[in-house]
């Protein structure tokens, strides 16, 4: 039986639940949800947990409830909990430098600015895992200052443009690691990469 572990990254909580940030969050809700399965907490792991089988694999989703800046916290607890080969993990988070639900899936990579990633890599010791990014768009430019509103951005509410474009995103990015037993990887990233939100 082949266990395939999913990690969204995001922010526990209420005021948080349908901010930009949380698209990894959000991402895999609605994939549990498609399977009937409920998120569970368990401390031990720092995250709420949901598993389901499809075909003849068990996927294991995971939010972590550490806070996006501390997310490798509980990454680390789930890899030592579960003893994973890192090639088992992938974990789905927000873009602020892709366009508005466009698709990147990467083997490895560095943080790219984003804290959730960075607290991963230190806790890992390395930038071998794979991550399937999802474009939030840049933040608006502030005229006056001439700086990018970042923090607003991420953590501001997803609107309800942007939410029938991502419910299409995240539809694509299920269908696809829902292959993951059956098609190979490359496949897999190039479908992904190549996605056009606009024609779906």
Same mark, same amino acid.
């Given at each position: ?105 990467? =083997?490895?990579?560095? !943080?790219?600015?984003? @804290?959730?990633?960075?607290?991963? &890599? /230190?806790? *890992?010791?390395?930038? #071998?895992? %794979? ?28 609107? =309800?443009?942007?939410? !029938?474009?991502?419910? @299409?995103?995240?539809?694509?990015? &299920? /269908?696809? *690691?829902?292959?993951? #037993?059956? %098609? ?17």
């Amino acid at each position: 039986m082949k266990e395939i572990f999913l990690i969204g990254l995001g922010n526990p909580g209420k005021k948080y639940s349908i901010s930009r940030h949380n698209i990894g969050f959000l991402l895999l809700e609605n994939f549990s949800k498609k399977y009937n399965s409920n998120f569970l907490l368990k401390d031990k792991l720092k995250s709420y947990c949901s598993e389901f089988q499809i075909n003849n694999s068990t996927f294991r989703l995971f939010l972590p409830n550490t806070f996006m800046n501390n997310s490798g916290d509980a990454v680390r607890a789930i890899v030592d909990w579960y003893k994973i080969n890192l090639d088992q993990l992938f974990i789905i988070v927000d873009d602020k430098d892709l366009p508005l639900g466009k698709i990147r899936f990467r =083997r490895k990579g560095s !943080s790219g600015g984003h @804290n959730g990633l960075k607290s991963i &890599i /230190e806790q *890992l010791q390395t930038q #071998n895992f %794979k991550r399937i990014k999802i474009g939030i768009g840049s933040p608006p430019l502030i005229k006056e200052k001439n700086n990018f509103n970042t923090i607003s951005h991420v953590l501001g509410n997803i609107s =309800r443009e942007e939410k !029938s474009m991502l419910d @299409n995103v995240y539809m694509r990015v &299920i /269908e696809s *690691l829902e292959q993951l #037993n059956t %098609k190979k990887e490359e496949y897999i990233i190039n479908e992904l990469n190549s996605f056009d939100k606009d024609q779906s």
